[in-house]
């Protein structure tokens, strides 16, 4: 199957720093790509859609000048977590889907998020 | 809001079949049926999807009942790799985006 990659796994940052965290498709262009969140033992959230070359689509309670989306190109998404809390913290996973390969979307291994 | 129901935990003997059920009453008629699992701190992976005929992969199976609104994904021979979060997913067959439900967690037992 197609191959998306995240970076960095994880990560510790302070509150109030930003982090970045990168989404790759490693074998395919994607010009959408998805953004969840997942906190412990809780299911996955999709907090926004990404779209390349063109602003990202938040779901209803995301605050979009918190996270910051980017995708400026077709294998590549970012998402930023500006001014970071510990109530961030979290397991951040992206997904895109290979254009004309099937209907499955591809995961990334995901991002755990710590911010003490 | 997800539009499935399963049920939030299943226990299955290393070995033996997994059945696992979904309902899903409310699809609509151009939405298909994917199943996905999440092995602990991992990213989902798929494992298959149908739309109205029964399916079948190396992975699994899934039954589709005729008025669709329900399913269950058959592990035919479970092992201790296969424990994980199970989600069943409803979605028109060109989205990318997905809805998670809670899922089931099925635990393979030596």
């Known amino acids: 199957g197609a191959v998306v990659s995240q970076h960095p796994s994880w990560v510790i940052c302070k509150s109030g720093t930003s982090v970045k965290i990168e989404c790759r498709s490693l074998d395919f262009q994607a010009t959408t790509m998805f953004w969840y969140r997942q906190f412990p033992k809780q299911s996955l959230m999709l907090m926004a859609t990404s779209n390349e070359g063109s602003k990202a689509t938040y779901e209803q309670g995301v605050e979009k000048d918190k996270f910051l989306i980017n995708h400026a190109s077709l294998t590549l998404s970012t998402l930023t977590v500006t001014s970071a809390h510990p109530e961030d913290s979290s397991f951040y996973i992206c997904?895109?889907?290979?254009?004309?390969?099937?209907?499955?979307?591809?995961f990334g291994q995901g991002t755990r998020l710590t911010v003490v | 809001d997800a539009k499935t129901t399963q049920p939030p935990s299943m226990d299955c003997a290393e070995g033996r079949a997994a059945n696992l059920p979904c309902n899903h009453s409310?699809?609509?008629?151009?939405?298909?049926v994917y199943w996905y699992r999440q092995i602990h701190s991992q990213g989902p992976q798929y494992i298959i999807h149908g739309l109205k005929n029964n399916e079948t992969n190396e992975m699994a199976s899934l039954i589709i009942t005729e008025d669709r609104k329900s399913s269950t994904l058959i592990l035919p021979h479970a092992t201790l790799r296969d424990t994980a979060v199970y989600y069943c997913?409803?979605?028109?067959?060109?989205?990318?985006?997905?809805?998670f439900g809670q899922g089931t967690t099925l635990q393979v037992k030596p």
């Open positions: 997904s895109a889907r290979p254009p004309g390969q099937g209907p499955e979307a591809f």
């Open positions: 997913i409803v979605r028109p067959y060109n989205t990318g985006k997905l809805i």
């Open positions: 409310t699809i609509s008629g151009n939405e298909y």
